[in-house]
């Protein structure tokens, strides 16, 4: 199955200075921060279920873990928006650190899904676009892609210009590459957190907490992980214990 390189974060005019490509400070002052969506209808209320999915996150950057644990609560409040929960698992980078870790010892698959947030050298590894701050793999059949990741060095960088929390920053990259992989194909949108570039107006929005998943996005994630909950339970049905 090939998988092709989908979902690019891209920083746009973020990294030139000004990073709003020559707009005029009336014209800057002029672009009001919206504020969220309406939040969604508490799903235990409504009696329906609500979707879930997990997330394995391999920590190759060394990042914190309370730095770690900081983006994992900000992603989770994301999807938390939408109605959707999210279990996230840091997860062992090597063989014999896995019984420090019984909770990954699970089937990776259409539910469970990988999130890589790589050091530099894996970023160079991977050759991204100049300005790309992660990227989801999708599988060219069209199945579930169930790979992403996150370059955390240029998120590191970023966020020192901007003066924005770094753990605040790298939940909502791991929300947006996350939201490609439950979204696929052609998820970029002109608002909301599956938007790009992201300028000033966004990163307001970010650090006020009101990047989030647009309506039409979050229905359609609804429906793909609840797909995806049904092919993950019929793969663990089929995999023989001990193989």
Do not use: K
Not at 120 to 127: F, G, I, K, L, V
Not at 181 to 202: D, F, K, R, T, Y
């Amino acid at each position: 199955m090939g998988l092709v390189s989908r979902g690019c974060l891209l920083a746009g005019l973020l990294w030139n200075a000004g990073s709003l490509g020559g707009m005029t400070r009336a014209a800057q002052s002029d672009r009001r921060v919206p504020g969220p969506p309406e939040f969604l209808p508490d799903a235990a209320a409504t009696g329906v279920s609500v979707p879930r999915f997990t997330v394995l996150v391999y920590n190759y950057a060394g990042i914190s873990r309370g730095t770690l644990a900081e983006a994992e609560l900000a992603a989770n409040r994301i999807f938390e928006h939408a109605g959707i929960g999210t279990d996230w698992l840091d997860c062992p980078l090597y063989p014999y650190q896995a019984a420090d870790h019984p909770a990954c010892l699970v089937t990776p698959g259409p539910a469970r899904l990988i999130l890589r947030i790589t050091a530099a050298s894996m970023t160079q590894r991977m050759q991204p676009d100049q300005e790309s701050f992660g990227f989801a793999l999708q599988p060219e059949d069209g199945s579930f892609g169930t790979v992403a990741n996150v370059f955390s060095d240029r998120a590191r960088e970023l966020v020192i210009r901007r003066r924005i929390a770094f753990g605040m920053m790298l939940g909502h990259l791991m929300a947006h590459e996350v939201g490609h992989l439950l979204l696929s194909i052609g998820a970029h949108s002109s608002v909301g957190i599956m938007h790009v570039p992201w300028h000033n107006n966004e990163l307001e929005m970010l650090q006020r907490g009101f990047m989030v998943f647009m309506p039409a996005e979050v229905e359609r994630m609804r429906t793909s992980i609840r797909a995806r909950e049904v092919a993950q339970r019929t793969l663990e049905a089929t995999v023989v214990p001990g193989n």
